[in-house]
């Protein structure tokens, strides 16, 4: 039964900081705009670094009521917040399609999926178990317990506005930790609209602050130096992760990063087509290509080359693009204009250096400034900036290679090492290729690999530590070795 409220998308629209429990408003404010129309949403109170210290010396005061409750009660409203969640997706949903352009269907798949982890890190926070440690003198025992680590800092990105903060808060609350959330500038609406929810079901002042802000290098500057922050966890581009890390060093906080990729999907020639083709748009064109573990470069074997991108061709002329609130739509609009920018520098690069676009490639003006063509591209190599960058679009770039060994090492030939999927059918194939790829998760015959029971994270540059599964938990733990002597 529901213990509380069922939201209007209006009653969920918070604009101020949310800290200690309180609205907290700021006279410097900043546009939250529809990507599909521009207009604009709210107008947000611009938090500062004093705000973010505020916040986290409100997340110091909250810390030993939340670390002292038992995992059953912290599990439990987890649970309440899990729950409210579930009953306002509706409401959430067209709330994050309004601010991020995903289609309001795939929002609310986003809530689903973000909920999930907040449900799975409830069951985690009672699993959470220590060890027995073998004895080495007769007079003494010693144990293994694990503590939270205490208070958190986390900064989210944009194009999951509610998955990526719920994959950071939950394990953290689950934990026993507090937490102090920057949101993005871009979609701040999903993260207090979710602080609202987890007051409204009790988690108590403090547990949970959010500081919308625009000053991200004075904000993350605090996060990473301020010595009561004892985690600090980030996703976005590997080079911003890098500059955080190092301002961690100073006080040597627990880091985890989940950062840039450039997944390779390979079709090998014992594939089934069809489903490859099917598994690539799944993977390539949700969030219209804006995901980190979206196929960045398409490696397909010389045999089935030209069946796989007619029929891949075909496909992609079936795809609906529009406005959220439209409906069965496959993709919105990109996040603004600098994702349509990069895009085609991305693409103009790649023809000027003998690729060859066979679908695509524009703008659709007809429908508005940001919506762009799903585009298919062939004669791709490895040294043209869209495969060795980040495409953060809808577009589907694609390489050929001649057998196993050079797919494996194109796929490899990268710092990055987020997600891989590959398509085979051959079991002993299946087997070779998924030990040599370099990736932290890999989807064979899928292109559909994050839940809240799998290990998110990647490998090299994309990134240390995980997120979701039971490994999720450990990373907002410390490990404590216990000693007792006496025994007679």
């Given at each position: 039964m529901t213990t509380h409220p069922t939201h209007t998308l209006r009653s969920l629209i918070q604009t101020n900081a949310f800290i200690d429990g309180h609205w907290v408003p700021s006279d410097k404010r900043f546009a939250v705009t529809n990507p599909a129309n521009q207009d604009v949403l709210a107008e947000v109170a611009d938090g500062d670094a004093t705000l973010a210290e505020r916040a986290i010396e409100a997340a110091h005061k909250a810390?030993?009521?939340?670390?002292?409750?038992?995992?059953?009660?912290?599990?439990?409203?987890?649970?309440?917040?899990?729950?409210?969640?579930?009953?306002?997706?509706?409401?959430?949903?067209?709330?994050?399609?309004?601010?991020?352009?995903?289609?309001?269907?795939?929002?609310?798949?986003?809530?689903?999926?973000?909920?999930?982890?907040?449900?799975?890190?409830?069951?985690?926070?009672?699993?959470?178990?220590?060890?027995?440690?073998?004895?080495?003198?007769?007079?003494?025992?010693?144990?293994?317990?694990?503590?939270?680590?205490?208070?958190?800092?986390?900064?989210?990105?944009?194009?999951?506005?509610?998955?990526?903060?719920?994959?950071?808060?939950?394990?953290?609350?689950?934990?026993?930790?507090?937490?102090?959330?920057?949101?993005?500038?871009?979609?701040?609406?999903?993260?207090?609209?979710?602080?609202?929810l987890a007051s409204e079901v009790g988690i108590p002042d403090g547990v949970i602050n959010i500081v919308p802000t625009t000053q991200s290098k004075a904000v993350g500057e605090v996060f990473t130096s301020h010595p009561r922050v004892r985690k600090f966890t980030f996703t976005g581009s590997t080079a911003v992760g890098k500059a955080l890390m190092e301002q961690c060093a100073g006080t040597m906080k627990k880091v985890s990063l989940e950062l840039g990729g450039n997944a390779p999907f390979i079709v090998f020639d014992d594939a089934d087509i069809e489903l490859a083709v099917k598994e690539l748009l799944v993977c390539k064109f949700r969030n219209a290509g804006q995901t980190c573990i979206s196929a960045n470069r398409?490696?397909?074997?010389?045999?089935?080359?030209?069946?796989?991108?007619?029929?891949?061709?075909?496909?992609?002329?079936?795809?609906?693009?529009?406005?959220?609130?439209?409906?069965?739509?496959?993709?919105?609009?990109?996040?603004n204009q600098d994702a349509i920018d990069k895009v085609n520098d991305l693409i103009n690069d790649a023809k000027q250096n003998g690729a060859k676009v066979l679908e695509g490639g524009r703008v659709l003006t007809e429908l508005g400034e940001l919506f762009y063509a799903p585009t298919l591209i062939v004669d791709v190599d490895a040294s043209m900036r869209i495969a060795q960058e980040e495409i953060f679009g809808p577009v589907i770039a694609i390489q050929r290679f001649s057998d196993e060994a050079q797919g494996i090492e194109q796929a490899n030939a990268t710092p990055f090492g987020l997600a891989g999927y590959f398509c085979a059918q051959d079991y002993r194939r299946i087997q070779r290729v998924s030990e040599q790829l370099d990736c932290g998760m890999l989807g064979i015959n899928s292109g559909a690999i994050s839940h809240a029971y799998n290990a998110f994270g990647g490998v090299k540059e994309s990134g240390i530590g995980r997120e979701g599964s039971r490994y999720g938990l450990a990373e907002y733990q410390e490990t404590k070795n216990i000693t007792l002597g006496g025994f007679s």
């Open positions: 810390l030993p009521l939340w670390r002292g409750k038992t995992a059953k009660q912290r599990a439990d409203l987890l649970r309440k917040w899990y729950q409210a969640m579930l009953d306002n997706k509706q409401s959430l949903g067209e709330l994050m399609s309004l601010e991020q352009g995903k289609p309001i269907a795939e929002a609310i798949g986003e809530i689903e999926y973000g909920a999930s982890f907040v449900d799975w890190f409830a069951g985690e926070a009672e699993r959470s178990y220590g060890d027995i440690l073998p004895i080495n003198a007769n007079d003494k025992r010693s144990w293994i317990i694990k503590q939270p680590v205490g208070v958190c800092a986390a900064i989210t990105p944009w194009n999951f506005p509610h998955a990526m903060i719920t994959r950071k808060v939950a394990p953290a609350l689950a934990a026993g930790c507090t937490i102090v959330v920057k949101p993005p500038q871009l979609t701040p609406l999903s993260a207090l609209a979710l602080a609202q398409v490696l397909v074997q010389d045999a089935v080359h030209d069946k796989f991108v007619e029929q891949l061709q075909t496909q992609i002329n079936t795809l609906k693009i529009a406005a959220g609130d439209a409906e069965e739509v496959d993709y919105g609009p990109l996040i």
